[in-house]
């Protein structure tokens, strides 16, 4: 599967951004989807899981509440909606894709990963 994200850019703190996420070679449903972010000098971390289907999502502890995740298998595209950002959300976010649901806490690693988008809140 082949994952092209989009939507990163500049946003003030406490702005919003929605981050998007197109895959094609696969089929869809047959992943789980999930968003990391990368940060200088720092390790990939996850941030948000979700299932096929959308009924079972993870969240990174510095994510939940601000940031939704979210699927549409009609359009084969998966969503990152960012609120309340904060200058330490500033990072490449990334989009990845495998076949067994995990949760943030695992430190999992897809198999499958898009090339990244830059997010950068300013303060």
């Known amino acids: 599967v082949q994952l092209q994200a989009s939507g990163g850019g500049l946003v003030q703190a406490g702005g919003s951004l929605r981050l998007s996420c197109a895959a094609s070679?696969?089929?869809?449903?047959?992943?789980?989807m999930g968003w990391f972010r990368q940060a200088p000098g720092e390790d990939r971390e996850c941030v948000g899981v979700i299932s096929w289907n959308g009924d079972s999502t993870s969240y990174a502890g510095s994510a939940e509440g601000r940031f939704t995740i979210s699927r549409d298998n009609a359009k084969n595209t998966v969503y990152l909606e960012m609120n309340s950002l904060k200058p330490e959300d500033t990072a490449t976010y990334y989009c990845?894709?495998?076949?067994?649901?995990?949760?943030?806490?695992?430190?999992?690693?897809?198999?499958?990963w898009g090339q990244g988008t830059q997010v950068t809140v300013s303060s």
């Open positions: 070679g696969g089929t869809f449903t047959s992943y789980v």
């Open positions: 990845s894709a495998d076949r067994p649901f995990y949760t943030c806490g695992e430190n999992y690693r897809p198999d499958y």
